[in-house]
């Protein structure tokens, strides 16, 4: 199997061939991100990836961002090797798509381990069948999302003809507890019966294969259908009081979100909210990690940092409730009528989000947009107090309180919606 060694250091890179050399691979080194760029996007590219953090032309997290962002690769196992901080680059590298990390000076035997966990795993999703995976009972179409836990596609049901979601998980997050995990919530989300909820259907569960199904939203998510649309403050609040009483059902089913963000929130070509992905993939995410790993991921919490309730940026992910979802709109809410975010951020280091959400206090919204109406105002205060017992109970009543706005003011008393990088 082919490896690439991308390391601006000729010494580091020898050291590592010579390794990886002895353990069976075949090895292919690059001296610089752009070199690297070309070797994985030329004819028969590697299928495990080595790559510096830090290397001239482009960075290794950069080449790690690119990859499991074109849908049109294949499957690219990456190790990131970083002499950094380890909490940031822990961070900063599984939003990046990193399969795994090590810190340099690189252990020998802690490689050859996780090198050997990548084979297992590329030789368990090879490029054809990554490409067009074979899911009894469906045709695939095409894919539609590829993230780091694994594989959204469209599909057909063979038997009815019905188009659907599937999102097939990597086998490498499965683990017999996860399993457990993910066959309840699984469960509980075919209960779902709400317009502003996507339906899951079905699920496969088994360490070979594991899928759900789910309702086939056309469309595209929340930031971009306000862009395109370049919706006022207004439909953009009646939006999120739709997706509040969405989030709400999900809640009264005993399911929390823990990811809400724009991304998982999808519009109708009619205009209609659907949220989706209610945590079923962060539930088979394997506990079992090495120890070294565990002692750095044990304070960092399921969810996306610029969405993340303070709580979660604290690393107590474990006492989630409904009021963490309400912290998540009220930030998704904050972000699209202020055109900032409700905190102080560095966005060029998550571990720095992170720690200004935990500690950080929030911006009054009318330090941004003089005119914005105080019951507003005070609305998203509430929904982003920083301890929960202050913030609104369930996402119902914020949804409600959303509504009184609606009811209360006639006009638009915020500028014209800004939309963050």
Request: charged content about 25%.
């Amino acid at each position: 199997m082919k490896v690439l060694i991308a390391d601006d250091s000729a010494m580091f890179r020898t050291v590592l061939q010579k390794h990886v050399v002895g353990w069976g691979f075949e090895t292919i080194m690059a001296e610089d991100g752009e070199q690297a760029w070309q070797i994985l996007t030329g004819e028969h590219p590697p299928r495990i990836a080595l790559l510096d953090w830090q290397m001239p032309k482009m960075e290794g997290i950069e080449i790690c961002r690119k990859l499991k962002s074109n849908l049109s690769m294949p499957f690219v196992y990456t190790i990131m090797l970083t002499s950094r901080d380890a909490k940031e680059d822990v961070v900063a590298g599984l939003e990046s798509g990193a399969d795994d990390y090590l810190s340099k000076p690189v252990d020998a035997k802690i490689l050859r381990s996780r090198m050997m966990v990548a084979k297992r795993i590329v030789e368990a999703v090879p490029p054809q069948e990554w490409s067009l995976p074979k899911v009894p009972g469906f045709e695939i179409v095409h894919v539609l999302g590829k993230g780091t836990s694994g594989t959204v596609w469209k599909a057909k049901r063979l038997e009815s003809g019905q188009e659907v979601a599937l999102k097939i998980v990597r086998p490498d997050l499965v683990t017999e507890e996860a399993l457990r995990r993910f066959a309840r919530e699984v469960q509980v989300a075919q209960h779902f019966n709400h317009p502003y909820v996507a339906r899951v259907y079905d699920s496969h569960i088994d360490r070979s294969l594991c899928y759900y199904s789910m309702e086939l939203v056309v469309g595209n998510d929340l930031a971009k259908h306000i862009a395109r649309e370049h919706l006022r403050p207004r439909s953009v609040i009646e939006l999120i009081v739709k997706v509040s009483q969405g989030v709400e059902h999900a809640h009264q089913q005993g399911v929390i979100h823990r990811d809400l963000k724009p991304a998982n929130i999808l519009v109708t070509r009619d205009g209609q909210p659907k949220v989706v992905d209610f945590g079923l993939a962060k539930s088979v995410r394997r506990s079992d990690v090495d120890a070294d790993a565990t002692q750095t991921l044990q304070h960092i919490a399921i969810g996306t940092p610029l969405y993340m309730a303070p709580e979660q940026a604290r690393g107590r992910g474990d006492s989630a409730d409904a009021r963490t979802d309400v912290y998540a709109i009220g930030t998704i809410l904050y972000l699209l009528l202020i055109g900032h975010h409700p905190h102080k951020l560095n966005r060029t280091d998550n571990w720095e989000v992170m720690r200004s959400i935990a500690d950080g206090e929030v911006r009054r919204p009318s330090i941004f947009q003089p005119k914005i109406s105080p019951v507003l105002e005070g609305v998203l205060m509430k929904a982003l107090a920083r301890e929960p017992e202050n913030r609104y109970a369930s996402a119902g009543e914020l949804g409600a309180d959303l509504e009184k706005c609606l009811a209360t003011t006639k006009t638009d008393r915020a500028s014209d919606t800004h939309f963050p990088s």
